[in-house]
T-cell receptor, first 115, second 114 residues
Framework: GAVVSQHPSWVICKSGTSVKIECRSL??????MFWYRQFPKQSLMLMAT?????????EQGVEKDKFLINHASLTLSTLTVTSAHPEDSSFYIC???????????FGAGTRLSVL | QKEVEQNSGPLSVPEGAIASLNCTYS??????FFWYRQYSGKSPELIMS????GDKEDGRFTAQLNKASQYVSLLIRDSQPSDSATYLC??????????????FGPGTSLSVIP
């Protein structure tokens, strides 16, 4: 079964609103989680590294004030897309590493459509 | 800049044939190597992990790693139409004493023709 849960799986919102996406590790603790964005027919793009109890580390070009990340517990990280616009429409995926090999387990993804 | 490259696709193979997917990476310090499969509209799922030089087999899948050549491959035997997907190569190194972030390749699209 799934080891990483991501919700919601699909969200439609109006331009200017904020959307929160949750990523949970189900039976293990994850001090680090990762957030990716994927546009159609393109590869995964790492947006940020979520660190439990500290600030997230954002990749170059990713606006930290627009994509707010909170990792308040060892099993939950949230990504909030603030003041969403149509260009933010994309497939957002989280992952959490587990085990000695640092295997990444992915959530099911969230498809965001901003009207 | 740490990079992972994959053979350009799309790759088409007939059903029952062997599909060969290749990946090269730039960081010699890389420690862990993974192959993920991603169906259209879905998130990636792990197929294989490999950490030491040589071959690792799991069912119809065989991963091969050559750290000296900075090369990792995935062979799919007896390819099935259900194997049609994009295959992502992923590599992790160390940053100090901790794991670094995962670097993904651009992916290779595989189409298995019935």
């Amino acid at each position: 079964g799934a080891v990483v849960s991501q919700h919601p799986s699909w969200v439609i919102c109006k331009s200017g609103t904020s959307v929160k996406i949750e990523c949970r590790s189900l039976d293990f603790q994850a001090t680090t989680m990762f957030w990716y964005r994927q546009f159609p027919k393109q590869s995964l793009m790492l947006m940020a590294t979520s660190n439990e109890g500290s600030k997230a580390t954002y990749e170059q070009g990713v606006e930290k004030d627009k994509f707010l990340i909170n990792h308040a517990s060892l099993t939950l990280s949230t990504l909030t897309v603030t003041s969403a616009h149509p260009e933010d429409s994309s497939f957002y995926i989280c992952s959490a590493p587990r085990g000695e090999g640092y295997i990444q387990y992915f959530g099911a993804g969230t498809r965001l459509s901003v009207l | 800049q740490k990079e992972v490259e994959q053979n350009s696709g799309p790759l088409s193979v007939p059903e029952g044939a062997i599909a060969s997917l290749n990946c090269t990476y730039s960081d010699r310090g890389s420690q862990s190597f993974f192959w993920y499969r991603q169906y259209s509209g879905k998130s990636p799922e792990l197929i294989m992990s490999i950490y030491s030089n040589g071959d690792k087999e799991d069912g119809r899948f065989t991963a091969q790693l050559n750290k000296a050549s900075q090369y990792v491959s995935l062979l799919i035997r007896d390819s099935q139409p259900s194997d049609s997907a994009t295959y992502l190569c992923a590599v992790i190194g160390f940053l100090g004493s901790s794991y670094d972030k995962v670097i993904f390749g651009p992916g290779t699209s595989l189409s298995v023709i019935p």
